[in-house]
């Protein structure tokens, strides 16, 4: 069973940038979709971004211009950078495989203060 680990999260100022990785321990076929979601504290988790093989990456319209999603096929890799942070922008975030199969990693904190 292929497991994912974020890593990059940390306590930024608004304004600023994060790198968040996410590595996998097997191997991740690159015609796999893969994705960042994101937890706020008391709300729902949302897809912030999402990585295809035949299609464009999507992004949520609160992050769009701001972040950017990519991969690396040969290292098992997903990355988001995140610039130009928000306070909003706090929270878990979370890599994962999202077809064909779903596959959750442990999650990174990543919080943006004023």
């Known amino acids: 069973q292929v497991q994912l680990a974020e890593s990059g999260g940390g306590s930024v100022e608004a304004g600023g940038s994060l790198t968040l990785s996410c590595r996998a321990s097997?191997?991740?076929?690159?015609?796999?979709?893969m994705g960042w979601f994101r937890q706020a504290p008391g709300k729902e988790r949302e897809l912030v971004s999402s990585?295809?093989?035949?299609?464009?990456?999507t992004y949520a319209d609160s992050v769009k211009g701001r972040f950017t999603i990519s991969r690396d096929n040969t290292k098992n890799a997903l990355y988001l950078q995140m610039n130009r942070l928000k306070t909003e922008d706090t929270g878990v975030y979370y890599c994962?495989?999202?077809?064909?199969?779903?596959?959750w990693g442990q999650g990174t904190q990543v919080t943006v203060s004023s």
């Open positions: 097997g191997h991740i076929w690159s015609s796999y979709c």
């Open positions: 994962a495989v999202i077809c064909p199969t779903v596959i």
């Open positions: 990585i295809w093989s035949s299609q464009p990456p």
